[in-house]
């Protein structure tokens, strides 16, 4: 089946710092998404994109369907921007999400 | 409309009972998913229903468990002789079909329940 790879697995920033969070999919895919999960356990759905850029405030993803990837990009980074971030993905006619381990974000005050 | 509602928050069994589980979708979604997330994994797919009808369902899912969604609003998710490895946070989300209005929302997913089996 398709494999998810997130990377890095963890990140410790300082708030203000930017970040990259990368996603590599092993397979085409009609649906990615990128997910924050807060300290509490709640999955705040951030992007659906399955192909190009989209941007929300501080937060904007890029994907490359071709190259099989997607980036997420934090800029100016709060402490409320700290949580596991997930990438998932299904193909074609597949509407099970597939998820990466995950990007845990610490952003230090 | 508040969002995915899950009950209970939480959960606490024995082992060998049975639990169920509800979830409220937003209202206006036909599409309604369960998954499984274990500490420090992502969420696993369980079941997913297009209104009432149940199209497709996880290997993971054992014969211990069933999902319904009568009349396609809320569904249910029951698991029954519990054991210790049924352990998760149980998480619903729902969303709509358009190609276009899930451009724009994805899926909401709801608070989930923890279930601990002891």
């Known amino acids: 089946g398709i494999q998810v790879e997130q990377s890095p697995p963890d990140l410790i920033l300082q708030e203000g710092a930017n970040s990259t969070l990368r996603c590599n999919f092993s397979?085409?895919?009609?649906?990615l998404q990128w997910f924050h999960q807060n300290p509490w356990g709640q999955l705040i759905n951030l992007f659906y994109?399955?192909?190009?850029?989209k941007q929300n405030g501080r937060l904007s993803a890029t994907t490359v369907a071709t190259e099989r990837y997607s980036l997420l990009y934090i800029s100016s980074s709060q402490t409320t921007d700290s949580g596991v971030y997930f990438c998932?993905?299904?193909?074609?006619?597949?509407?099970?999400?597939?998820w990466g381990a995950g990007t845990k974000l610490i952003i230090k005050p | 409309d508040t969002g995915v509602s899950q009950n209970p928050r939480h959960k606490i069994t024995k082992r060998g009972q049975n639990v169920t589980f509800r979830c409220d979708p937003i209202?206006?979604?036909?599409?309604l998913y369960w998954y499984r997330q274990t500490l420090g994994q992502g969420p696993e797919f369980l079941t997913y229903?297009?209104?009432?009808?149940?199209?497709?369902k996880s290997r993971l899912l054992s014969d211990r468990f069933s999902a319904e969604r009568p009349k396609g609003s809320f569904s249910t998710l029951e698991i029954q002789r519990t054991e210790q490895g049924d352990s998760a946070m149980y998480l619903c989300?729902?969303?709509?079909?358009?190609?276009?209005?899930?451009?724009?929302?994805?899926?909401?997913f709801g608070s989930g329940t923890r279930l601990t089996v002891v």
């Open positions: 989300a729902s969303s709509l079909t358009d190609r276009e209005e899930l451009n724009n929302y994805g899926y909401t």
């Open positions: 209202s206006e979604h036909n599409r």
């Open positions: 229903f297009q209104n009432e009808a149940q199209l497709e």
């Open positions: 397979d085409s895919v009609n649906n």
């Open positions: 994109i399955p192909s190009g850029t």
């Open positions: 998932a993905v299904s193909m074609d006619s597949n509407y099970q999400l597939i």
